[in-house]
C-alpha cells in the first residue's frame, strides 16, 4: 500500500492528534479531580453536612470516587451521639454508580447501590422518647411537599450484613435485627418503567429468628398493583407485643410464629382497593396469662392455611385450621365477671372510634361479610371454669376435646359437617364422662342441628337437695348485668339425634331436707334413644335401663313426643328396695321401714291435653300392669314394736287412667301378712300416733261421744254433700296366712290377744252406687275361737251400704282378767265368751245386733281398783247369766252416718253401760225382758185387806219361778206389806165374807156335803143375801128395829155398811195380813220349785198410801216387795 502524504492528510493527523491529546489532558484532569481532589472535599462537605443535619459527630474512614466509571464508594461512616460518645448509625462500605445516560433521561439514573454493614442504634429512653427523636420531630414538622414525583431510577439495590439493635430503656429490653439483606431489582418512576413489576426480597434475623419477604410491585402505577411474600421462621411474639399500640390485659409468656404469608393489594378502575392475604401460618407453644398471671390460654401449635382474607372487600375464606392442645381458662370472679369478656371489652373500648365517626360510619351500609371454613380440626383441647360467683368456687373443666367440622359457611347454602368427642368433669356434681359425636351436620341458614350418633360413657352425677328444700347441682353463673342491645333472635334451632347411646351413667342424689338426710343412687344407666329432637311433633323412640338404690332394676322402653307431650312407655320395675324412703315416712309417721322389696311391670301413657308448657294436673294418660310389695316390714318407733309386714302384696291387672281419673284393679292378693295393735302405758293407741304430731301431720280432733235417744237411736242432723270421687274397682282381694296381735300394756297386768290364720276374699268392690261387694273372711282368735265374717259392703261408695255380720266363738276369758279387775273389781276364774255381731248400713242409717254369749264366767278374788264400777257386778251377772252358767245378751244400737258425733263405739259403749245400769237399778225389767213380765216382776199386788194371790199374781209368779230357776246365783228377799189407810176397810169386808163362807159351809156340813176350806167355800148372788142377813142377825151391836121391836129388814148394801161400820181392824191384823201376803208369795214360788235357801222373808212393813185418793194408787202398798241379792 502506498502511504498518504498530502498536506491535507498531514493537517488532518495533526489535529487528531490535537484532540486526542486535549482528551487524554481531560482525562487526566478528571482523573484527577475525581481520585484526588474531589474526594476529599466531598468527604469533608458529607461530613460537615451531615452532622449540621443530624446535629451529631459523623465521622467518615474513607470515600473514593471512579470519574470514569462514575462510582462512589463510602467507607466507615459513623454517627454518635449527640455530644459524641457511642455509636448511632453508620455503614461499613456505600456503593453507588451513575449511569451516564441520566444526562438524556433527565432524572437519575443508577445502575447499582450497595450497602455493606448498615448499623442503626435505637434507644428509647424512660420517659418514652428515642435517641433519634429530634431528628424525627424535625422531619414530621417541615411542610409536606407539593410538587410532582421526581424522575429517577434506581436499579440493583443491595443491602447486606445490616443490623439494627434497639434498647428499650423504659421497659428494660433489648432487641435485634441482624443479618439484614434486602434486594430490590430497581426503583423508578420514569414512564416507561411504572408498568414494570419490582421485585424486592428482605431476609434478616429478629432475635435470631429468620425472616424472609420477597414481593413485586407497581408503586408508581394507577393500580399501584403489589404482591409481597413474607416468610417467617420461629419468631418469637411475646417480646414485641410492649410495642403495640394498645395495652391488652394479658401476659404473652411465650410463643413464635411461623408463615408462608402472600400478601396481595390492587386498585381497580372504580377506585375500590383490594388487599387479599393467602398463604399459611402457625403459632406454636403459645402461653398467655391475665395481668394476675392466672393462665388464660395455652396451645402446643395453630395452623391455619388461608384461601383469602380481603378486609376491604369483606371477604374471609379459610382453607383449614388446625389447633393442636389448647386450652383455655375462664373464670367468672366474685362480681360477676368473665375474664375473656372482660378482655375484649376493654380492647374493643381501646379501639372504639370517635363518636362522629362512629356516627358517619353507621350511615354508610357495609357490605355483607363472606366468610368459609372448608376445614377446622380441634386436637387434644382443653377448657378450665372456674365459677366464683356463688362464693364457694366451682371448678370444671373439658378434656380430649376433639372437633372436626367441614364445609362451613356464612351464607349457610349447604349443612357443615362436624365430629367432636371429649371428656368432662366438673366436680362435685359431675365426675367423669366421655361425649362423642359423629356424622353431624350445622345448617346455618335453617339454624338447624343434625348429629348421626350421640355417644356418652362413664358420666356420674350429683344432686343435692338443702334443708330448705332447694336443689343444688351445677348452678348459672352469676353475672353483673350489662347494657345489651335488643336483637332478634330469629327462629328457634332445631337440634335432632338419629341415634343417641349412653351408658355406665350415675346419679347420686343426697337430700338434706328430710331428717336423717337421704342418698339415692342411680347407677349403670344404659339409654339408647332414636330420633331425639326438638322439632315440635316429633315422636322419638328410646329405651332405658338402671339399678336404683344397689338392688333396684328399672326398665324403661317406649315412645315420647315432646311437644305436645305424648309418651308411651313400658316400665319394668324389679325388687326396688323401699328402706331408702324410709326418711321420707318418718318425716310423717312414726312408723321405720326396715324392709320391703317393690316390683312392677305395666305400660305407662302420658299425653298433654293442652298446649304450651306441660302442666301436670292437665295430663291424660294412665298405668295398666301389675305392683307387688314383697317383704315388707314396717317398726312402731313409739313402742319398738313391729307394726306391719307381709311376705306379698301384690296388685294384679291396675288400670289407672287420668283425665278423666278411674282406677280399677283386677286382682289384691295380700299373704302372710302380720299387724300390731298396742295401747302404751300412757293409754295411747299406736294406730292413733301413726301421724306424727309435729306440725307436718296432725291427726283428726276425737268425735264427741254420740248423744243416744230413748231406744239407741243417734239423734243426727243432715250431713254434706259427698265430694265427687274417683271411680275406684277392685275385682277381688284375697288374704292369706293373716296374723294381727293386740297388747295392752296400760291395763296392768298386760293383755294380749292374737288373731291368727286370718284368709278370705272381697269380691266386687267397687265406688259405684248400686254396687256391693262380697266379703268372706276366716280366721282364728288365740287359735282356739274360730273367727268368721261375711257379707257385704261398699265403703267406696260417696253412699255406702253394709250389710254385714262376724262371730268369733270359744275366746277364754281368763286372758280378759286385766281388764274384769281393772273395771269390774274382779278378776276371772274361768269362763269363755262368743260373739256375734250384724251390722247393717242403708240410706245412711246404721242398724246393728251385737250379740255377747259368756259361758260359765265366774269371778274370782276382788281387786282393789281405783277405776273399778261402783255398781254390784256380781249381782248383774247373777241377772244375766242362766242356770247352765251361761249369759247370752243382746246389744241393739242404731245411728246416723251424718250425725257428725256419730261413733259406732261409742254406741257400743253406751249401750253396755246402760245394760248394766239397768241390771243394778232395775234388775227384775232386764228378767222381764228376758222372761216377760217387766218392771211389774219386782212386787206382787194383793186386793185391798186380802191375803189370797190373785190370777194375775200367779202370772208373776210364774215368770219370776222361772227366772230364778234360771238363774241360780240370784237369792230373793221377800218383804210383806200393808196399808194401814186401805187395807183395814179390806180387812173388814174379808171377815165379812169369811162369816158368809162360813154359814155356808156348816149348813153344807149340816146337809153332808163335803166343802174343803174355808177359801174354797163359794156363795153365788142368790144365795149371798140370805146368807149376809143371818150374819147380820148375829153381830152383836145395836141394830135398827121396827115398831114392834123387831130387827128390821135392811137392804144388802145397808146390812154391809153397818157390819163393817162394827168391825174394828187393828195394827196386829194389819201385820198379820202383810204376813200372809208375804208367805202366799213364798209358797208360791216353793210350790213353783224355786229352792227355799233362796228365798228370805223380810219383816213385814205397814206402808201408808200418803192419803192418795185414787184407789188404783192406794193398792200399789197393798202388796209384796220382792228384791234381788
Known amino acids: 500500500m502506498t502511504e498518504d502524504t498530502s498536506p491535507n492528510t498531514a493537517t488532518a493527523s495533526l489535529r487528531m492528534k490535537k484532540y486526542g491529546l486535549r482528551i487524554a489532558l481531560a482525562l487526566l484532569l478528571i482523573g484527577v479531580l475525581g481520585f484526588l481532589v474531589v474526594p476529599p472535599l466531598v468527604k469533608w462537605l458529607l461530613v460537615d453536612q451531615l452532622a449540621a443535619a443530624l446535629h451529631r459527630p459523623v465521622s467518615i474512614e474513607g470515600l473514593r470516587i471512579n470519574p470514569y466509571t462514575l462510582s462512589l464508594q463510602v467507607d466507615g461512616l459513623a454517627i454518635q451521639e449527640k455530644g459524641g460518645g457511642d455509636k448511632v448509625a453508620g455503614f461499613e462500605q456505600l456503593f453507588v454508580n451513575l449511569e451516564s445516560s441520566s444526562l438524556f433521561r433527565l432524572g437519575p439514573v443508577i445502575s447499582e447501590l450497595k450497602l455493606v454493614g448498615p448499623e442503626l442504634s435505637l434507644v428509647r429512653l424512660p420517659d418514652g422518647r428515642f435517641n433519634v427523636s429530634d431528628l424525627i420531630d ?452 312414726n312408723v321405720e321401714l326396715t324392709r320391703g322389696l317393690l316390683s312392677a311391670d305395666g305400660a305407662l301413657q302420658l299425653r298433654q291435653t293442652g298446649s304450651g308448657r306441660v302442666d301436670p294436673a292437665a295430663l291424660a294418660g294412665g298405668f295398666s300392669g301389675e305392683l307387688t310389695v314383697g317383704d315388707f316390714q314396717a317398726v312402731d318407733k313409739i313402742n319398738s314394736a313391729d307394726l306391719v309386714k307381709w311376705k306379698s302384696l301384690h296388685l294384679g291387672r291396675i288400670e289407672l287412667r287420668l283425665q278423666p281419673d278411674s282406677l280399677a284393679v283386677g286382682e289384691v292378693a295380700l299373704s302372710d301378712f302380720f299387724a300390731r295393735v298396742i295401747i302404751s302405758r300412757e293409754g295411747k293407741l299406736n294406730l292413733l300416733q301413726i301421724l306424727r304430731e309435729d306440725g307436718k301431720a296432725q291427726p283428726a280432733a276425737p268425735a264427741a261421744p254420740p248423744v243416744v235417744a230413748g231406744e239407741g237411736k243417734a239423734l243426727a242432723p243432715v250431713g254434706g254433700a259427698a265430694k265427687p270421687r274417683m271411680p275406684i274397682n277392685i275385682a277381688r282381694i284375697t288374704l292369706q296366712g293373716g296374723d294381727v296381735r293386740f297388747s295392752d300394756n296400760f291395763i296392768k297386768p298386760n293383755y294380749s290377744a292374737h288373731l291368727k290364720k286370718i284368709g278370705g276374699t272381697i269380691s266386687g268392690l267397687s265406688s259405684a252406687a248400686d254396687s256391693s261387694a262380697k266379703l268372706d273372711l276366716r280366721g282364728s282368735y288365740d287359735n282356739i275361737a274360730p273367727l268368721t265374717v261375711s257379707g257385704q259392703l261398699n265403703p267406696l261408695s260417696p253412699d255406702p251400704r253394709l250389710d254385714l255380720q262376724a262371730d268369733v266363738k270359744g275366746i277364754e276369758m281368763t286372758s280378759l282378767s286385766p281388764y274384769s279387775g281393772k273395771y269390774a273389781g274382779y278378776a276371772i276364774e274361768k269362763g269363755k265368751m262368743s260373739l256375734f255381731v250384724k251390722y247393717r248400713i242403708e240410706n245412711r242409717q246404721l242398724t246393728a245386733e251385737n250379740r255377747v254369749f259368756l259361758d260359765q264366767l265366774t269371778f274370782g278374788e276382788p281387786v282393789a281398783s281405783p277405776d273399778a264400777t261402783k255398781l254390784p257386778v256380781t249381782l248383774a251377772v247373777a241377772l244375766l247369766k242362766n242356770r247352765n252358767g251361761e249369759i247370752d245378751i243382746n246389744l241393739p244400737i242404731s245411728g246416723s252416718l251424718d250425725d257428725p258425733q256419730f261413733s259406732i263405739g261409742g254406741l257400743i259403749v253406751r249401750v253396755i253401760v246402760n245394760v248394766l245400769m239397768k241390771a243394778v237399778t232395775s234388775p227384775f225389767a232386764l228378767l222381764g225382758s228376758v222372761f216377760g213380765g217387766g218392771e211389774e216382776l219386782s212386787t206382787i199386788d194383793f186386793a185391798i185387806g186380802e191375803a189370797r194371790l190373785t190370777a194375775e199374781a200367779e202370772k208373776r209368779l210364774d215368770t219370776l219361778g222361772k227366772a230364778l230357776i234360771d238363774r241360780p246365783a240370784l237369792r230373793l228377799e221377800i218383804e210383806g206389806r200393808a196399808d194401814p189407810q186401805s187395807d183395814p176397810e179390806g180387812l173388814k169386808r174379808d171377815r165379812l165374807q169369811s162369816k158368809v163362807r162360813a154359814l155356808k159351809r156348816q149348813d153344807l156340813t149340816n146337809k153332808g156335803i163335803e166343802s174343803g176350806s174355808l177359801e174354797s167355800v163359794e156363795v153365788d148372788a142368790k144365795e149371798y143375801p140370805a146368807l149376809l142377813e143371818r150374819v147380820y142377825r148375829a153381830e152383836k151391836f145395836p141394830k135398827p128395829r121396827n115398831v114392834i121391836g123387831m130387827v128390821k129388814g135392811l137392804p144388802v148394801d145397808e146390812m154391809e155398811k153397818l157390819i163393817l161400820a162394827n168391825t174394828v181392824a187393828d195394827e196386829e191384823e194389819l201385820r198379820d195380813l202383810a204376813d200372809r201376803r208375804a208367805k202366799a208369795v213364798l209358797d208360791g214360788l216353793l210350790a213353783r220349785e224355786v229352792p227355799s235357801e233362796r228365798l228370805f222373808l223380810l219383816p213385814v212393813k205397814l206402808v201408808a198410801a200418803d192419803g192418795k185418793a185414787d184407789v188404783a194408787a192406794q193398792a200399789r202398798e197393798s202388796r209384796v216387795a220382792l228384791s234381788l241379792k
Not at 384 to 406: C, M, Q, T, V, Y
Not at 422 to 439: A, C, D, Y
Open 138 to 589: 424535625e422531619f414530621m414538622a417541615r411542610p409536606a411537599s407539593t410538587e410532582p414525583t421526581p424522575r429517577f431510577s434506581v436499579n440493583n439495590i443491595q443491602i447486606t450484613g445490616g443490623k439494627v439493635d434497639f434498647d428499650d430503656r423504659m421497659l428494660g429490653e433489648k432487641q435485634q435485627l441482624s443479618e439484614l439483606n434486602v434486594s430490590l431489582p430497581f426503583v423508578s418512576s420514569l414512564p416507561n418503567s411504572v408498568e414494570i413489576f419490582v421485585e424486592p426480597a428482605f431476609s434478616a434475623s429478629l432475635n435470631g429468628a429468620p425472616v424472609a419477604v420477597q414481593g413485586r410491585s407497581k408503586p408508581f402505577s394507577a393500580t399501584q398493583e403489589s404482591e409481597l411474600a413474607v416468610e417467617l421462621r420461629e419468631v418469637h411474639i411475646a417480646p414485641y407485643l410492649d410495642y403495640l399500640p394498645l395495652r391488652l390485659p394479658i401476659q404473652l409468656v411465650s410463643g413464635a410464629v411461623d408463615g408462608e404469608l402472600k400478601l396481595v393489594f390492587h386498585r381497580g378502575e372504580d377506585d375500590h382497593p383490594s388487599l387479599s392475604l393467602s398463604g399459611s401460618a402457625t403459632l406454636r407453644d403459645l402461653s398467655v396469662k391475665d395481668t394476675a398471671g392466672a393462665p388464660l390460654l395455652s396451645l402446643k401449635q395453630l395452623h391455619v392455611v388461608l384461601s383469602r382474607i380481603d378486609p376491604l372487600q369483606r371477604v374471609f375464606a379459610i382453607e383449614r385450621v388446625a389447633l393442636d392442645a389448647p386450652e383455655i381458662h375462664a373464670r367468672v370472679s366474685p362480681q360477676g365477671t368473665i375474664n375473656w369478656i372482660d378482655f375484649f371489652n376493654q380492647e374493643l373500648a381501646a379501639r372504639s372510634p370517635p363518636a362522629a365517626a362512629a356516627a358517619t360510619a353507621a350511615e354508610q351500609p357495609a357490605a355483607p361479610v363472606s366468610w368459609s371454613l372448608d376445614e377446622g380440626r380441634v386436637s387434644g383441647g382443653a377448657l378450665r371454669w372456674l365459677d366464683e360467683s356463688h362464693g364457694k368456687p366451682f371448678n370444671a373443666s373439658i378434656e380430649g376435646l376433639d372437633l372436626g367440622i367441614r364445609e362451613l359457611d356464612g351464607k349457610g347454602a349447604s349443612p357443615a359437617k362436624f365430629e367432636l368427642a371429649m371428656r368432662f368433669q366438673g366436680e362435685p356434681w359431675i365426675k367423669g364422662g366421655t361425649l362423642s359425636v359423629t356424622g353431624g351436620q350445622l345448617d346455618l341458614g335453617k339454624r338447624r342441628v343434625l348429629i348421626d350418633e350421640l355417644k356418652s360413657r362413664g358420666t356420674q352425677l350429683l344432686l343435692r337437695r338443702a334443708a330448705d328444700g332447694s336443689i343444688a347441682f351445677v348452678q348459672p353463673p352469676v353475672l353483673r348485668a350489662v347494657a345489651a342491645a335488643r336483637k332478634d333472635p330469629g327462629a328457634a334451632w332445631e337440634i335432632t339425634v338419629a341415634r343417641n347411646h349412653a351408658e355406665e351413667i350415675g346419679l347420686r342424689f343426697e337430700d338434706a331436707a328430710v331428717s336423717p338426710p337421704a342418698t339415692h343412687t342411680v347407677e349403670g344407666l344404659r339409654f339408647d334413644g332414636e330420633n331425639l329432637s326438638t322439632v315440635a311433633g316429633s315422636t322419638a323412640r328410646l329405651k332405658t335401663s338402671f339399678r336404683l338404690n344397689r338392688k333396684g332394676e328399672v326398665e324403661l322402653a317406649g315412645s315420647v313426643r315432646a311437644l305436645p307431650l305424648d309418651a308411651d312407655l313400658k316400665l319394668a320395675v324389679r325388687t326396688l328396695e323401699l328402706l331408702p324412703l324410709q326418711p321420707y315416712v318418718t318425716e310423717h309417721l
